[in-house]
Every structure is written in structure tokens, then in C-alpha cells.
């Protein structure tokens, strides 16, 4: 069991008969956060088709096979999604906790007899930070660097998901997004894609070039312009 105690709470990464957990410690904590890319949502949202917000935003409507740099990846499934509509994508999480979360999510989804059958051909899983990555420039560029930052609670009006108030006690905001956005923009040959609360300003005061609204996130696109498409 792995306990951390950020801002005074206390953490247990705790292994169950079926998967990995995350258990905030304590009276009226959340419940317990595990990665289920097996999920009827996740497999939903992969049916969905290339015609929706996330994968609009990223170009799937023009090209399928894109290299996608899932830099702030979490819980992994929005990644997923883009893997199971024909990307190949690299997924990196920084926070420890979170990051073997993604894994045992990552491994369990890998004996999926629909999602393992393409899963360890097309998605690839880093545990490191991505501005780190990004600077070093370990590989060749991808087509397509994808944002999620941790949001600030006022960039929102309601209360978050239980799942989220307890990634945010866990790892804090991403102080640091408007750098990130920075690296992704010098790293991506075609673009950068920021998700945002509906409502909220662009990362880092920087206008995107292009917006797409999904039900409950908007979409910001940074063309780079090295291979437009």
C-alpha cells in the first residue's frame, strides 16, 4: 500500500481482487478512482465515430492514422478513444499514483478480447513528465500533441466529478500549463489540441485558431502550420 499526504489528506493505492484503486483516506472522502478503459462510456464514445468533438478537434475526420501525443493523459480514456478510432498515441502522466493507475488500467484493458486485440499495437504509455519529453524530444514529432491540464476550481462553476476532486487533491493543478502549451506548440508538426471547460479562457491567453464544442468541454485547436492537414 502506497500513501501519500498532499495539503493533509491521506492516499491508499490498494489492490483488489480486480483492479488497482486509489482510496482517499478518511470520513466523507470520494469513493475509490480505478481506470476502467473497458468501460460501456468508453466504448460508446469509440463507436462514435470520427465525426465528434475530441476527434474533430484533432483531424480524424481527414486522416485516420495520425501520431498522437496524449501529454497530460490521466486516467488515459480520452486517449483511448483517439487510439480506437485508428491513431497511434502516446500516453504520459507524471503523477506516480496516477500513472499506475493508467497502467493496471492499461493491462486489464489489454485482455479485453475487442480493445486488446488493438490496444499494445497503438498505444504506448510513458510515466514521465511531459514537459521533460517534450524539450528532450526523445522521437520523432507527432502529428498531434493533445492537452487535458488540470483546471483550477474558479474555472468552474459547478463542483467537479468526485473522481476529479480527488485527482486534484492528489496532484494539484497544472501550474505549469501555459509552458507546457509552449513545448507542444514547438513539438507538433500539425497541431495542438487544449481541452477547456466551457466558459473558461484560452490556455495561457493564447487565442486558438479554431474551437469545437462538445457537451461538456470545449475543444481549443493550435494549428502549427509544419504539415497543415
Known amino acids: 500500500m502506497y500513501r501519500a499526504q498532499p495539503q493533509g489528506f491521506s492516499f491508499a493505492l490498494t489492490l483488489t481482487e480486480t483492479c488497482l484503486e486509489l482510496r482517499t483516506l478518511g470520513k466523507n472522502q470520494p469513493g475509490p478512482v480505478r481506470a476502467d478503459l473497458c468501460s460501456a462510456d468508453l466504448r460508446r464514445r469509440i463507436h462514435g465515430g470520427r465525426r465528434q468533438p475530441l476527434a474533430r478537434a484533432c483531424g480524424l475526420h481527414r486522416d485516420r492514422h495520425l501520431r498522437v501525443l496524449d501529454a497530460t493523459a490521466g486516467l488515459g480514456r480520452d486517449g483511448l478513444v483517439l487510439a480506437g478510432l485508428g491513431c497511434t498515441v502516446t500516453l504520459l502522466e507524471r503523477s506516480p499514483l496516477v500513472a499506475a493507475l493508467l497502467q ?50 474558479d474555472d468552474r462553476r459547478a463542483l467537479p466529478k468526485k473522481e476529479m476532486q480527488t485527482l486534484r487533491l492528489l496532484a494539484g493543478d497544472d501550474s505549469d500549463a501555459d509552458q507546457l502549451l509552449a513545448a507542444a506548440l514547438a513539438h507538433a508538426q500539425r497541431r495542438v489540441v487544449v481541452k477547456r471547460p466551457p466558459g473558461s479562457p484560452a490556455l495561457g491567453g493564447i487565442a486558438p485558431d479554431h474551437r469545437l464544442a462538445g457537451n461538456r468541454a470545449r475543444y481549443d485547436v493550435y494549428f502549427t502550420g509544419k504539415n497543415p492537414a
Open 104 to 153: 493496471d488500467g492499461l493491462v486489464r484493458a489489454g485482455h479485453d478480447p475487442l480493445i486488446g486485440g488493438w490496444l499494445w499495437q497503438r498505444v504506448r504509455f510513458c510515466p514521465v513528465d511531459a514537459l521533460e519529453y517534450l524539450r528532450t524530444c526523445p522521437e520523432p514529432p507527432h502529428d498531434v500533441v493533445y492537452l487535458d491540464p488540470m483546471y483550477p476550481d
